[in-house]
């Protein structure tokens, strides 16, 4: 890890409806580092002070958005962000052992033959890279409990399927761009299919439900090895 700071480049602060602020970063990890420093000063908040008046953080590609519980603590929120933004190193992005979820996969996928030719590789080492090292969840969309998943094997980088599936069930784990990313319930969907997991990625009943948070880590492990 490099001792050089490397400070988020001239981040953009802008007022996103009336109690909101859309931070723009540029790159997911500047995003991963102002999301991470952000939380901490809000679970360390004293009261009075503008972290305090936090109730959401929400991470998206290049941007983070703070929701603030009133119109008032906007502008001191935004005077206090800024200061915390400035020399921000996107380097320090530590994950605890508590942050890190393990998560079984059958690589079995109907695309995984196709992500080898396509990357200029054997299946095995599709799995090898997969499992590697830990991906990072950078920030959820499309659907509860799906996360974008970085930080993977560059080797592993394959575009989407050319034309989408209707149906791809729940718990397929696949591959688009750069990303990773797991399936949580059947839906249409475009991403290479490598495998399939029996983890539940979205839960009700559980506190939170979604089984990945951003900012968390996810080591792959392959099932059939074990």
Same mark, same amino acid.
């Given at each position: 890890?490099?001792?050089?700071?490397?400070?988020?480049?001239?981040?953009?602060?802008?007022?996103?409806?009336?109690?909101?602020?859309?931070?723009?970063?540029?790159?997911?990890?500047?995003?991963?580092?102002?999301?991470?420093?952000?939380?901490?000063?809000?679970?360390?908040?004293?009261?009075?002070?503008?972290?305090?008046?936090?109730?959401?953080?929400?991470?998206?590609?290049?941007?983070?958005?703070?929701?603030? *519980?009133?119109?008032?603590?906007?502008?001191?929120? *935004?005077?206090?962000?800024?200061?915390?933004?400035?020399?921000?190193?996107?380097?320090?992005?530590?994950?605890?052992?508590?942050?890190?979820?393990?998560?079984?996969?059958?690589?079995?996928?109907?695309?995984?033959?196709?992500?080898?030719?396509?990357?200029?590789?054997?299946?095995?080492?599709?799995?090898?890279?997969?499992?590697?090292?830990?991906?990072?969840?950078?920030?959820?969309?499309?659907?509860?409990?799906?996360?974008?998943?970085?930080?993977?094997?560059?080797?592993?980088?394959?575009?989407?399927?050319?034309?989408? *599936?209707?149906?791809?069930?729940?718990?397929?784990?696949?591959?688009?761009?750069?990303?990773?990313?797991?399936?949580? *319930?059947?839906?249409?969907?475009?991403?290479?299919?490598?495998?399939?997991?029996?983890?539940?990625?979205?839960?009700?009943?559980?506190?939170?439900?979604?089984?990945?948070?951003?900012?968390?880590?996810?080591?792959?492990?392959?099932?059939?090895?074990?």
């Amino acid at each position: 890890m490099s001792t050089a700071a490397a400070p988020v480049t001239k981040p953009t602060l802008l007022p996103c409806g009336q109690s909101a602020l859309l931070v723009e970063l540029g790159t997911i990890a500047a995003v991963l580092a102002a999301d991470g420093a952000v939380r901490r000063a809000v679970e360390g908040a004293s009261p009075g002070s503008p972290w305090a008046e936090v109730v959401d953080v929400v991470p998206a590609a290049q941007t983070l958005l703070v929701t603030l *519980r009133a119109t008032s603590a906007l502008s001191p929120l *935004r005077r206090t962000l800024g200061d915390l933004l400035v020399g921000l190193d996107v380097t320090q992005n530590l994950v605890s052992d508590d942050q890190v979820v393990q998560i079984a996969v059958h690589y079995d996928g109907p695309d995984l033959t196709d992500v080898a030719r396509l990357c200029g590789l054997r299946t095995a080492e599709v799995v090898t890279l997969h499992t590697a090292a830990p991906w990072r969840v950078a920030f959820g969309g499309f659907a509860p409990g799906f996360a974008y998943l970085t930080g993977g094997d560059a080797r592993l980088e394959v575009a989407r399927r050319p034309e989408p *599936r209707t149906t791809v069930p729940a718990g397929a784990v696949g591959l688009a761009g750069s990303f990773s990313g797991i399936y949580p *319930r059947p839906s249409p969907g475009g991403w290479q299919l490598i495998g399939t997991t029996e983890a539940t990625l979205w839960d009700v009943d559980r506190d939170p439900p979604a089984l990945l948070r951003p900012g968390w880590s996810v080591q792959f492990v392959d099932a059939g090895a074990t």
